[in-house]
């Protein structure tokens, strides 16, 4: 483990390396505790850089064997391999030399997952995004790009199966049954996408076709026994690469496209040249083991992966500091791919949704950070939601602003400019801006401002004069060592909704840059005045979530509920009706905690009840509006001195008081959306599901709901309906017998399964109440429980720590301090995931008082602990900050 040196890496110091490495011969000799790399680098001075300079390579935990110049051997003297680097002191004046280094490293014993590592006894490595330093000595950074040359040698009979990027070479058979295999991979990479797996798998192979006619061998490879588990995947990749191609003019470019699946993963997946590695979890599906929302995902990362091709691969990063370059443009790309192959203005909520929950608790607390980060101690942190999220959100931002064609040739012109490059945001900006002749310039600061705009907004209508009014202001609240925020580009898509539900047309404007339904609010203030408005609107604003801010417009209920019922942009009925239950329970938390109770206008209860109903809506749309807001959710609105238990008590009322009033109609509504038996992961389909099992939500808290939970349990065909019965037992009904017996028979069905084990892990780790913490605590122990294993630690303690408000933020402080235990026995194996996990207290300052102080010992008894590794230290400092 590297242990923290408090070193900072800045952008503003970034200067291109004095040696290149054009060719990269590796031969690996694996074995489990003593693999043998012997790297063959070409190295190449860069024009320009005095003869004899010093030779600085990276490295981290190796052993070293041997170093050669030009075949031979060096003295002692005439290099230092301190722990963390390689210095060869006089490397050859000539341009051109080959450097030989020998290293040895134990797969068995890394634990941190990064590197050369072993899952369920494959050999499989991780370099980004300085894994490959773990590995051998080498210029471990993005602009360093080699065309790289690998042989894999091992035990036939631990390992027949040989991969690493590319396109495969020779194979041959070696003396005491070891075998071994060559890839070559044409084009140059930089050394975080280099890949290896060796090991005993099974596998599903297809073809495609690409649109020049050129056929890829498509494998996927996972656990043997679990190969059909891997068609749903290889069904995603076919239709992400048909889609590339349609959508982008993007064609794949090697002869095979291999993914492998494994158990132990620190992150989702891996974009690796031609070899993606995978956690599991996002390949491996069926309706007896995964949700929906699992199937979903699966699709998405498959896509995202594969997107990578273009945007990462062939087109790579400078240094770190542009990740959004490659990651925000990605999940982009793969958003839109989502949205075209399902509903997209469901995608659009989901991902909204997704955003606030995870980038806008960042963007509002101590972590906040620019989508592209000035400054970082250790880079593994900032894989954030914010680099993703935000940083898809901005692109989404420059097509809304250029309009579709534009973006377009912008995008044709990014491909065409910077193949073959690692580029920088300021050159993908200024394809934009050459491609549509717009200026960015101020548009740019959403790359660089951290931090979530408001926009307030405030409307009056003349009705003599036929004139409306909008007033407009933007604010850009304070960021962690950014006090002072400049005026933003914020591109605000709006509608003037008449009292028929259509818009409203306008004769003129006046006031600021209204185009095609975009107000482009660029100054403090604006004061936009449509003349001609022949009646009074309401205004339906920032449609599409169309920029990623939060929006103070007061409005009334009844103008909200005419918006929720009317208003033509369905990203935006949604927002309403969600504003509404989010007010409402805002409100009702406060009589609480006055020492009263909650109370609900009955207009709630009443448009709920229309949704269920209306048939013009898609069932998934009617799910997501009927999903009430998450306490999380709540707490981020009311933004201080939070107490978690009000809130889980005003938002229970009003499921409640909602199921109350709507009791028969969600009934009959329930059974009529009753499984066919038949089973199919569609859109379609995923969305009956959904509308039924929040009914079912509803409905559990309703007179006999345990016995509906239960028979829905016992009844389900599939298990997005049988976690989703679970959940809500466990949830509503933890006291039960039934929900006891439910638990019990989930494990019995599936206890050998670990990837659904972790939903009975999360299940129990998300239900709310003051006894969860001894729950986890217990389960920890349980034998399917592993610490050893990222992806038992995020559904047990990731969701308890980030999912479970008022479990975790107990009154009494017993969640911070197993947080503090857990998080600190986590990192003597993996720091990386460890320091995920501690992102769990990031918003303790918005808690009341209490919690807060009992929070704040638990990060300081973190922070005192001697010998932290960077990733850890870099989070808990920058929280306590
Ligand atoms: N680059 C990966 C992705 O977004 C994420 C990742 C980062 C995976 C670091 C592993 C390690 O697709
Ligand atoms: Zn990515």
Not at 88 to 110: G, M, Q, Y
Not at 685 to 710: E, H, K, M
Request: with cysteine; glycine share 6%.
């Amino acid at each position: 483990m590297r242990t923290d040196t408090g070193r900072v890496f800045r952008l503003e110091d970034y200067r291109p390396s004095d040696y290149l490495i054009p060719r990269t011969d590796l031969s690996f000799v694996l074995s489990p505790d003593s693999t043998i790399v012997t790297a063959r680098l070409l190295i190449r001075r860069r024009e320009g850089v005095a003869p004899g300079t010093p030779l600085n390579l990276d490295g981290d935990g190796l052993t070293l064997r041997l170093v050669e110049v030009d075949g031979k051997l060096l003295e002692e003297t005439e290099f230092s391999a301190p722990p963390e680097s390689f210095v060869l002191h006089r490397p050859p004046a000539k341009d051109e030399f080959v450097l030989t280094i020998v290293t040895e490293i134990s797969p068995s014993t890394n634990t941190a997952l990064m590197g050369l590592y072993r899952s369920n006894g494959v050999y499989c490595t991780q370099c980004e995004a300085e894994g490959f330093r773990r590995i051998t000595y080498f210029l471990d950074r993005p602009d360093i790009l080699s065309v790289y040359t690998v042989r894999i040698e091992a035990s036939r009979a631990e390992a027949p199966l040989l991969l690493s990027n590319g396109n495969p070479g020779a194979t041959g058979e070696l003396p005491d049954g070891r075998h071994f295999a060559v890839w070559h991979d044409p084009f140059p990479k930089p050394s975080y996408l280099f890949a290896l797996v060796a090991g005993d798998l099974g596998a599903i192979h297809d073809e495609f076709v690409t649109m020049s006619g050129r056929a890829v061998a498509l494998a996927i490879y996972v656990e043997h026994g679990k190969e059909r588990l891997a068609t749903y995947a290889m069904d995603a990749l076919k239709r992400s690469m048909k889609w590339d191609e349609e959508v982008f003019g993007r064609e794949y470019d090697l002869d095979v496209f291999n993914i492998v699946a494994v158990s132990d993963f620190n992150m989702g997946a891996m974009e690796n040249k031609g070899l993606n590695i995978f956690n599991d979890k996002y390949v491996l599906a069926d309706e007896n083991t995964a949700t929906d929302a699992d199937f979903a995902n699966i699709e998405a990362i498959i896509a995202h992966e594969y997107f990578h091709n273009w945007t990462g691969n062939r087109i790579t990063c400078r240094d770190w500091f542009q990740l959004c370059l490659k990651e925000g443009l990605t999940v982009y790309r793969d958003h839109e791919f989502s949205a075209d192959e399902r509903s997209r203005p469901v995608k659009r909520i989901a991902e909204v949704r997704t955003l606030r929950a995870h980038q806008f608790p960042e963007d509002q607390g101590p972590l906040a950070h620019p989508v592209r980060p000035r400054r970082y101690r250790e880079i593994n942190n900032f894989y954030t939601a914010t680099v993703y999220e935000k940083g898809s959100e901005v692109v989404r931002m420059i097509r809304t602003i250029l309009g579709r064609e534009a973006f377009r040739r912008g995008m044709d012109l990014y491909f065409d400019r910077h193949d073959g490059e690692a580029a920088t945001i300021e050159d993908f900006l200024k394809c934009f801006e050459e491609a549509s002749g717009r200026d960015l310039s101020q548009f740019t600061l959403w790359y660089h401002q951290a931090g979530t705009p408001n926009i307030s907004a405030t409307s009056a209508y003349d009705a003599a004069a036929k004139e409306f009014t909008l007033e407009i202001e933007q604010s850009l609240p304070p960021t962690p060592s950014e006090s002072r925020k400049r005026l933003m580009h914020i591109p605000l898509q709006f509608g003037l909704v008449g009292p028929d539900g259509q818009d409203l047309s306008y004769a003129a404007v006046e006031g600021t840059a209204v185009e095609d339904g975009v107000i482009h609010v660029r100054k403090r203030r604006h004061s936009i005045r449509f003349s001609g408005v022949e009646e009074r609107p309401i205004v339906s604003l920032n449609r599409g979530f169309s920029a990623p801010i939060t929006l103070s417009l007061e409005q009334k209920t009844e103008h909200r509920v005419f918006l929720a019922r009317h208003d033509s942009d369905p990203f935006s009925r949604w927002q309403s009706f969600n504003t509404i239950l989010t007010e409402a329970t805002i409100a009702g938390s406060k009589r609480i905690l006055g020492g009263g109770e909650a109370e609900f206008e009955p207009v709630i209860a009443e448009v709920a009840g229309a949704i269920v109903e209306n048939e013009n809506l898609e069932r998934a749309f009617r799910a997501l509006a009927l999903t009430p807001p998450g306490e999380a959710d709540i707490a981020r609105e009311i933004g201080s001195n939070i107490d978690p238990d009000a809130i889980f008590a005003a938002r229970d009322a009003l499921v409640r008081r909602i199921a109350e009033a709507n009791r028969d109609q969600f009934l009959a509504a329930y059974h009529r959306l009753e499984d066919n038996g038949l089973f199919s992961p569609e859109a379609a389909s995923a969305g009956r599901r959904a509308l039924r099992n929040v009914l079912l939500d509803y409905l559990a808290t309703t007179q006999d709901g345990p016995d509906i939970a239960s028979a829905h349990f016992g009844s389900a065909t599939n298990m997005t309906d049988r976690a989703a019965a679970l959940a809500v037992l466990v949830h509503r009904h933890c006291e039960r017998a039934e929900a006891q017996d439910a638990l019990h028979a989930f494990e019995v069905t599936h206890g050998d399964d670990p990837l659904v084990m972790d939903k009975w892990f999360a299940i129990q780790a998300a239900a709310p109440g003051p006894n969860t913490v001894d729950a986890v605590q217990r389960l920890a122990a349980h034998p399917r429980f592993s610490i050893a294993n990222p992806n038992r630690l995020r559904s047990l303690f990731g969701t308890f720590f980030s999912g479970n408000q008022s479990g975790f933020h107990r009154a009494d402080g017993a969640g911070y301090r197993l947080f503090a235990e857990t998080v600190l026995e986590v990192e003597k194996r993996n720091p990386q995931v460890a320091a995920r996990l501690a992102t769990g207290l990031r918003s303790w300052r918005s808690l009341e008082p209490k919690r807060q102080e009992l929070a704040r010992e638990a990060l300081v008894s973190i922070a005192s602990t001697k010998g932290l590794s960077a990733d850890l230290s870099d989070i808990i400092d920058r929280t306590l900050a």
